[in-house]
């Protein structure tokens, strides 16, 4: 937020109450037509002081402190350059686990939940929950992929790869901080190192066209790591490394569920096909667009 801004808010101590300050973000936010304004201001407000929801609305006209107030500041400043909130608390919430990110991680997306709902209901189909399963997640990032599946599926061993270090270690820690002990982390390229047989394959690959990521808004722009947005010239080259890899190390009848970028489930389906994998038609998101490819060994 710039100096001025914040001196206008100032001229009066009423705007400076958990109230004040979380309807004056609301309206900056607003006019600078960022997404969810008041659910950003209440993020953030309760990030600066430590207060969830509940207790923000119980103390709404308690006045901050200066401390409090150059936070929030600060807070404000960085979002109204496009930061995303899920950046400037560390943290965001993936099928119900608070992951911690930084800065060689993506942003988990409510999107990509639709890839643990493929992959879960293709566990199901073949069996229950419960049973013994070996899972790769490809690219893990936080390892957003691999813990949802890990919370879901008690008796699953999973490894998570990545060729970026400081990825592997967020990962490494989220793991930790769930008491996840049946996951692991290997450097490398997709599946480059890693050995099967595993019976579900997962992975949410960069599959932006290298030419389209300055169109990206400036939130995954400016702040998401190039390397985990950059599908090379046409948005593929990781879909054809998955596609090269995958046969070898799954089992026969085993699952791989990737994410998809717009438009690109009938190529990406045609690439499995040619591999010996069999496509299912793509699982919907929210927003009704194709967002996961199943596929399966075939044996």
Not at 153 to 179: C, E, H, I, K, M
Not at 182 to 210: E, K, R, T, W
């Amino acid at each position: 937020m710039p100096d001025s801004d914040a001196a206008v808010l100032m001229q009066h101590d009423s705007a400076w109450t958990i109230a004040g300050i979380r309807r004056a973000l609301t309206d900056k936010f607003r006019a600078a037509d960022i997404d969810s304004p008041e659910l950003d201001a209440r993020v953030l407000v309760g990030h600066a002081l430590s207060l969830d929801h509940a207790a923000l609305a119980a103390a709404s006209m308690r006045v901050l402190d200066t401390t409090e107030r150059e936070a929030i500041v600060e807070f404000a400043r960085r979002r109204l350059a496009r930061e995303p909130v899920a950046r400037i608390v560390g943290s965001k919430e993936f099928w119900s686990l608070e992951l911690k990110i930084d800065s060689s991680t993506l942003v988990p997306r409510p999107e990509t939940e639709t890839v643990v709902e493929a992959a879960l209901a293709a566990i199901e189909a073949h069996g229950p929950r419960t049973r013994a399963l070996r899972i790769a997640d490809l690219g893990t990032g936080s390892g957003a992929l691999l813990l949802a599946l890990l919370a879901e599926l008690p008796n699953a061993f999973g490894v998570g790869t990545d060729t970026n270090l400081s990825a592997l270690y967020a990962a490494r820690d989220n793991a930790q901080r769930f008491s996840f002990t049946q996951a692991a982390f290997v450097a490398c390229d997709m599946a480059a190192a890693v050995h099967g047989p595993f019976d579900l394959i997962v992975s949410n690959p960069p599959y932006i066209a290298s030419g389209d990521i300055a169109t990206l808004a400036p939130e995954v722009r400016d702040f998401d790591p190039r390397v985990a947005l950059d599908g090379g010239v046409d948005g593929l080259m990781f879909y054809r490394l998955i596609a090269a890899s995958a046969p070898a190390i799954l089992k026969p009848g085993g699952t791989l569920v990737v994410e998809l970028g717009i438009g690109q489930a009938p190529v990406v389906a045609a690439l499995f096909s040619e591999a010996r994998l069999a496509p299912s038609p793509p699982r919907l998101d929210l927003r009704g667009l194709p967002r996961a490819l199943t596929a399966k060994k075939v044996a």
